[in-house]
């Protein structure tokens, strides 16, 4: 491959991937033309992208983009796609990894000699991080009901230690009405009838 093309390339690559942090990598194994086409269009589906990358060419770019992953890392050795989409790596681990299990089309991406669809790994914030992490880390919306979660418990604690004395309070007054009520009631002289 000449330079200017593996230029062209990484420049595509670049524009391609700006600005994105969170990735899973796969690599494919005697994929079939029907079992990449199922698996793309369901990705796609779910707004998920997928690009097939040169190696060589991905360590450059990702280098240049602050993506820490080591030379040696698994993530480049055999055939690496990329895949990315979804409002975290969390979300995106998910919906591969739903689609991979998929019943209708598990036979496209198993076989009896194992995966065709292999995932290497994931890219949280530019960091690796193994596929089981990236899946059990919280999505965006879980992670911002936690932190408002976390907002609003000290105010509902605030409220809850301002309701209870009032509360009190108000009954001790009801418990004061009533005795003066009863008081009343026996103190007042009973109004003959008039006849």
Same mark, same amino acid.
């Given at each position: ?61 990702f280098k240049e983009m602050n993506l820490t ?19 975290? *790596? $969390?979300?995106? @681990? ?6 991979? =299990?998929?019943?209708? /089309?598990?036979?496209?991406?198993? +076989? ?10 994931? *890219? $949280?914030?530019? @960091? ?6 990236? =899946?059990?880390?919280? /999505?965006?919306?879980?992670?911002? +009901? ?27 007054v009801k418990s004061v009405e009533e005795k ?16």
């Amino acid at each position: 491959m000449s330079k200017v093309i593996k230029q062209m390339e990484m420049n595509d690559m670049r524009r391609t991937l700006d600005g994105v942090r969170d990735l899973v990598v796969l690599t494919t194994n005697k994929l079939s033309a029907q079992g990449e086409y199922t698996f793309r269009a369901a990705m796609r589906r779910k707004g998920v992208r997928l690009k097939a990358v040169k190696n060589t060419l991905a360590r450059r770019v990702f280098k240049e983009m602050n993506l820490t992953i080591p030379d040696d890392s698994p993530f480049w050795q055999r055939q690496t796609v990329l895949a990315w989409g979804g409002d975290s *790596v $969390a979300q995106l @681990s998910k919906e591969v990894d739903a689609e991979l =299990k998929n019943p209708k /089309t598990i036979g496209l991406y198993k +076989s009896k000699e194992g995966e065709k669809i292999i995932v290497k790994g994931a *890219v $949280a914030d530019g @960091s690796p991080v193994t596929f089981e992490q990236a =899946k059990a880390m919280p /999505t965006r919306a879980e992670l911002l +009901s936690q932190i408002l979660g976390m907002i609003l418990s000290p105010g509902a604690q605030v409220a809850g230690c301002l309701e209870g004395p009032a509360k009190m309070l108000a009954a001790c007054v009801k418990s004061v009405e009533e005795k003066l009520e009863k008081a009343d009631e026996a103190a007042a002289p009973a109004v003959a009838p008039a006849g």
